[in-house]
Nanobody
Framework: QVQLVESGGGLVTAGGSLRLSCAAS????????MGWFRQAPGKEREFVAT????????NYVDSVKGRFTISRDNAKNTVYLQMDSVKPEDTAVYYCAAQQTRHSIVLLTAEDYNSWGQGTQVTVSS
């Protein structure tokens, strides 16, 4: 499994921006499909975004489309989540996830991933 460490969380005002990073180590990063999930207090973990190995395929939950952008830099073993026009309902712990695959696919459910980071807190104030 690959080891994942998220960073970049914090407190941001509604309408502002934040960029999360997830650094991977331990395996060939380009062999992995990557995802971002989030979990708000009292709620289940929710899919946010996913990206295939090359960055050519992405998918987002409807609530963040047009506001969030997932990207990756395979040379730096890092995946990013650019969060723009944030809303108070974006407040959650954000998790990075990875799944090794030989296919150019994206994965939208938590059960499809076997490697997870410890999460980074994002708080959006109104």
């Amino acid at each position: 499994q690959v080891q994942l460490v998220e960073s970049g969380g914090g407190l941001v005002t509604a309408g502002g921006s934040l960029r999360l990073s997830c650094a991977a180590s331990g395996r060939t990063f380009s062999n992995y499909v990557m995802g971002w999930f989030r979990q708000a207090p009292g709620k289940e973990r929710e899919f946010v975004a996913t990206i295939n190995w090359s960055g050519g395929i992405t998918n987002y939950v409807d609530s963040v489309k047009g506001r969030f952008t997932i990207s990756r830099d395979n040379a730096k073993n890092t995946v990013y989540l650019q969060m723009d026009s944030v809303k108070p309902e974006d407040t959650a712990v954000y998790y990075c996830a990875a799944q090794q695959t030989r296919h150019s696919i994206v994965l939208l459910t938590a059960e499809d991933y076997n490697s997870w980071g410890q999460g980074t807190q994002v708080t959006v104030s109104s």
